[in-house]
């Protein structure tokens, strides 16, 4: 590979200032509206197994936009509610040790 070709695989540099004062704030916003809406369910929120993770990818990178201590707080309780979710989904569905 040439030194003037960009490695493609290569992790992509962030933006020198980092995102707006505005994308914080709109992140911050969907972030604590969707942790508002695991902690008020009683059932996971999202139809399918797909909508679920992109939930979760979506928190989970949004995250990394918030000063680190209120991501971390974030996460924490967001992780603790998708636990408490996916048990709830998963009652009952263990697996047959019998086959």
């Not at 540099?13 to 809406?37: K, M, N």
């Not at 695991?38 to 679920?52: E, F, H, N, R």
């Not at 974030?74 to 047959?96: I, Q, S």
Request: charged share 25%.
């Amino acid at each position: 590979m040439s030194d003037s070709q960009a490695d493609l695989f290569a992790t992509a540099p962030l933006p020198s200032g980092g995102p707006s004062d505005e994308i914080v704030a709109l992140v911050r916003r969907r972030l604590y509206a969707t942790l508002a809406l695991v902690k008020s369910a009683s059932a996971m929120p999202w139809p399918d197994p797909l909508a679920i993770i992109r939930e979760d990818n979506a928190f989970r990178f949004g995250k990394d936009m918030l000063p680190p201590d209120e991501g971390a707080a974030l996460w924490a309780e967001f992780d603790a509610e998708m636990n408490r979710l996916y048990a709830v989904m998963n009652a009952g569905k263990e697996p047959d040790p019998g086959g």
